[in-house]
């Protein structure tokens, strides 16, 4: 059973930064693309960044470009989101999320099998 568990959520100021985690267990996850989205209230759910586990490859969306890095350390089965420069836009639910494929390119919600909780991220200006 996959489980995926977020943390490193937290209330900022504008222009701080923040990383958050998802440890991964359950599978041997070098198959699988990881992805982290997002929810404000009132919104749907909307794609940040991936990371294919297998060699590093990542996508993102534009508005996080330059500011967002998604990594992944093989040892602790864990994925990074490093946030920079935050804006109060930023602020919603992340989600860390998983799928057995090794395209890494995909940003709809509906082609993750996978999700874990979801950790608070809120930027105040």
């Known amino acids: 059973q996959v489980q995926l568990v977020e943390s490193g959520g937290g209330l900022v100021q504008a222009g701080d930064s923040l990383r958050l985690s998802c440890a991964a267990s359950?599978?041997?996850?070098?198959?699988?693309?990881m992805g982290w989205f997002r929810q404000a209230p009132g919104k749907e759910r909307e794609f940040v960044t991936s990371?294919?586990?297998?060699?590093?490859?990542?996508y993102y969306t534009d508005s996080v470009k330059g500011r967002f890095t998604i990594s992944r350390d093989n040892a602790k089965n864990t994925v990074y989101l490093q946030m920079n420069s935050l804006k109060p836009e930023d602020t919603a639910v992340y989600y860390c999320?998983?799928?057995?494929?090794?395209?890494?390119?995909?940003?709809?919600?509906?082609?993750?099998?996978?999700w874990g909780q979801g950790t608070q991220v809120t930027v105040s200006s």
């Open positions: 359950g599978r041997t996850f070098s198959t699988y693309t």
């Open positions: 990371i294919r586990w297998s060699d590093g490859s990542t």
């Open positions: 999320a998983a799928r057995a494929t090794l395209y890494m390119a995909i940003s709809s919600p509906r082609q993750y099998d996978y």
